[in-house]
């Protein structure tokens, strides 16, 4: 049983800064790569950044580039998302996705997904 569990999101204000966590179980997630999506209300859930399984290789949406990093600790299976200077249109939940082989910005091709961590930007 492959299991991803996200933590860390919460309520900041526009400016402020957040780490979003997720922890890995079940299966050997070294070859895994791993992703971070978002779903706002009403709308489409959409790539946000990814990893490769070595680190070695990362990618981000348009949106968050420069202001986001995602890395990963593959002794601990976790990777993080760490969210400087967040805006009110990064309100989101947050999903943490894995898939083996390369890094992807398709959700479809990502087969494991967590339950969500909920991410407030007040203005």
């Known amino acids: 049983q492959v299991q991803l569990v996200e933590s860390g999101g919460g309520l900041v204000q526009a400016g402020d800064s957040l780490r979003l966590s997720c922890a890995a179980s079940g299966r050997t997630f070294s070859s895994y790569a791993r992703g971070w999506f978002r779903q706002a209300p009403g709308k489409e859930r959409e790539f946000v950044a990814a990893?490769?399984?070595?680190?070695?290789?990362?990618d981000y949406a348009d949106s968050v580039k420069g202001r986001f990093t995602i890395s990963r600790d593959t002794a601990l299976k976790m990777v993080y998302l760490q969210m400087n200077s967040l805006k009110p249109e990064d309100t989101a939940v947050y999903y943490c996705?894995?898939?083996?082989?390369?890094?992807?910005?398709?959700?479809?091709?990502?087969?494991?997904w967590g339950q969500g961590t909920q991410v407030t930007v007040s203005s």
């Open positions: 990893i490769s399984w070595s680190g070695g290789n990362t």
């Open positions: 996705a894995a898939k083996i082989g390369t890094v992807t910005r398709s959700s479809v091709l990502y087969p494991y």
